[in-house]
């Protein structure tokens, strides 16, 4: 598997589409909101997301992308949280990292992760898959109805079994959800989070510019 269906740039592009349009309009009053992400507030998670986009684009880059050795018997270091606009740094690091991702699609190029070869792609792929769902995070922090628009979350979720193929340390158990769930609360429920939170009486419809599908034009074929 040297080239995940529909193109790693495409979902990327997707997933750091929707991601950002949740986060627009954030205000500094927010970062102290709790997230589903436990024991993480909304500046945590953002820190998180930020140092994530820098891990994937140096590792995409460089060829080489580290991991530190999971012991569940370990607490999880919260991330530290950089001095200046939150918002502004997480869209700098998707720039950089689109940019990497674009620069990584030749097929047959591969990245070392651990001690492991993995190709370009699916290592790209994989960071779509956290981008998108911390983006719903986000959205769910903020207490607003805004899910993954049903194009990108169909395609992360048919590559999910492929690209999780451990969540320990990395997501929480699958939530089950009905049936005729859309595909955005069938991604983030596979990926440990209840597509019911916030309650819906909750819920107000978060205006932005993402589009329809969070794919880029040309892109929505198969």
Known sequence: MTDPPYGA???VAGAIRYALGVCASLTPGEMSRPTPCTQW????????????????????????LGLAPADPRDPIEPPQTAPGDPVEILRDRAAELLCATYCSGTPGQFVTVGALPVPAGVVACTGAVEIAVHGWDVAAARGCYCPIPASLATRLLGLCPL?????????AVPVEVPGQASPGDKLVGFLGRSPEHPRPAERWLLTSSISASSLPDGAKGG
């Open 163 to 171: 690209l999780i193929a451990g969540r320990e340390g990395l997501f």
């Open 9 to 11: 740039v495409v979902l």
């Open 41 to 64: 507030d909304l500046g945590t998670l953002l820190a998180h997301l930020s140092e994530s986009m820098a891990d994937l684009e140096a590792g995409l880059r460089t060829g080489q």
